[in-house]
């Protein structure tokens, strides 16, 4: 079992940055791929990135490519979603995800757990 808890949301200008965090319990995170997705209003949840769970592999939306950077640390049991050069349509509400699966995942029917999600909203 793995319990996840985003954090990092919140208002930023179009331009700008912000790092959201993601942190899980449970003594074994490090064995997880952990993936990031995003749903904006009225809009299906949508993958953004995944990263294997060594940490040696990444995939991105291309929609984020060049602006986003997944990254993890084990050691502190917690993913990271760097984004940088925000822009309106980046706005949704971000949820990072934990897959038991070797492989790294594009589709969140692959994902067992779940956080709760964190606001991001980008004004223009």
């Known amino acids: 079992q793995v319990q996840l808890v985003e954090s990092g949301g919140g208002l930023v200008q179009a331009g700008g940055s912000l790092r959201l965090s993601c942190a899980a319990s449970?003594?074994?995170?490090?064995?997880?791929?952990m993936g990031w997705f995003r749903q904006a209003p009225g809009k299906e949840r949508d993958f953004v990135a995944a990263?294997?769970?060594?940490?040696?592999?990444?995939y991105y939306a291309d929609s984020v490519k060049g602006r986003f950077t997944i990254s993890r640390d084990n050691a502190k049991n917690t993913v990271y979603l760097q984004m940088n050069s925000l822009k309106p349509e980046d706005t949704a509400v971000y949820y990072c995800?934990?897959?038991?699966?070797?492989?790294?995942?594009?589709?969140?029917?692959?994902?067992?757990?779940w956080g709760q999600g964190t606001q991001v909203t980008v004004s223009s």
């Open positions: 995800a934990a897959d038991q699966a070797v492989a790294v995942h594009r589709s969140e029917n692959w994902y067992d757990y």
């Open positions: 449970g003594r074994t995170f490090s064995r997880y791929a």
């Open positions: 990263i294997n769970w060594i940490g040696g592999s990444t």
